[in-house]
Each structure stands twice: as C-alpha cells, then as structure tokens.
Nanobody
C-alpha cells in the first residue's frame, strides 16, 4: 500500500529557504516517477518538479535555479529544497508518485508553504 507523507512547510520570509520532505512507503523508486505539485485557492494544481525513474529532473520555469528535487533511496524520501522564496511561491505543496508500470498516481496530504514578511 502506497503512502506519501509530506512535511517541512511553514512560514518563511521572502528570500528565505525551506526543505520539504516526502516520506514514501510501499514504493520502489526505480518504478516510480516522483513529483512535487503546488496549488493555490481557485487555481489548478501546478507541476513544480519531477524526478524520473532514470534520475532525470525537470522543473517549472517559475522555480528553475531556485528549487531542487532530490531523492534518498535509503530513506525512501524525496525532498524539495526551495531557495530564494517569493510570495508567489505561497501554496499547498503536494508530493505525488506515479507508478511507471500502470500509471497509477498516488498523492500525499499536502504541506502548506507561506512566503510573507
């Protein structure tokens, strides 16, 4: 049974940093694409970053050079390091796991990030 649990959100000032964690259970990373999304009220969920089964990373243009997705296979955890945070980064951030074998998608419960002075 796949379970994703995000943590690390909070309130941070503009220009600050946060690291989000997604603790994954019930998955084998080599079969799963791991993604971070974010959503603000009234808007569609936006793909922020992903980590392919082959280790390739991709980022939304709005976060390139500021955010880094990484994966620790020993801890079965995916991270999103967010630097140079801006007020427009304020959102609920969700971790997602896509099983490359059958395209089933799993979601965490989300963690809220607020960037404000």
């Amino acid at each position: 049974q796949v379970q994703l649990v995000e943590s690390g959100g909070g309130l941070v000032q503009p220009g600050g940093s946060l690291r989000l964690s997604c603790a994954a259970s019930g998955i084998i990373f080599r079969f799963f694409v791991m993604r971070w999304y974010r959503q603000t009220p009234g808007k569609q969920r936006e793909l922020v970053a992903d980590f392919s089964t082959g280790g390739v990373t991709n980022y939304a243009d709005s976060v390139k050079e500021r955010f880094t997705i990484s994966r620790d296979t020993a801890k079965n955890t995916v991270y999103l390091q967010m630097n140079g945070l801006k007020p427009e980064d304020t959102a609920v951030y969700y971790c997602s796991a896509v099983d490359s074998r059958n395209l089933l998608t799993y979601w965490g419960q989300g963690t809220k990030v607020t960037v404000s002075s």
